[in-house]
């Protein structure tokens, strides 16, 4: 139910807005903690933003804090990445996913990857040439 788009090749400093579209009228994201995700080839999987929209509550990785915003658009039930000051290091597929947790606790567990999602998106590419 959800899918993850906006990926690109960009040059180092560059941005890329990300977009995670809900489908499905019953999916409302206010009842989701919300995290986007990311692998790079031969690394493991880590959340770079997670985010209770309903509550406000937002967490960032420290590698991604200050160049990247996760926001969302109740009108068209989506929710974005918007990466600023992008490094060949954000070279990764990213992912957005949701689980049914609100609280600032299980917000801030989502975000070291303490749950099973209930779903996932398919990735988007983002490459960053130096």
């Known amino acids: 139910q959800l899918q993850a788009s906006g990926g690109g090749l960009v040059q180092a400093g560059g941005s890329l807005r990300l977009s995670c579209v809900a489908s499905?009228?019953?999916?409302?994201?206010?009842?989701?903690?919300i995290g986007w995700f990311r692998q790079a080839p031969g690394k493991e999987r880590e959340a770079v933003s997670c985010?209770?929209?309903?509550?406000?509550?937002?967490y960032y990785a420290d590698s991604v804090r200050g160049r990247f915003t996760i926001s969302s658009d109740y009108t068209k039930n989506t929710v974005y990445l918007q990466m600023s000051r992008l490094e060949p290091e954000d070279t990764a597929v990213y992912y957005c996913a949701a689980v049914g947790v609100k609280t600032p606790d299980q917000i801030r567990r989502l975000c070291r990857g303490e749950y099973d999602m209930d779903y996932w998106g398919r990735g988007t590419q983002v490459t960053v040439s130096s």
């Open positions: 499905g009228s019953t999916f409302d994201f206010d009842d989701y903690g």
């Open positions: 985010f209770s929209r309903g509550d406000g509550i937002t």
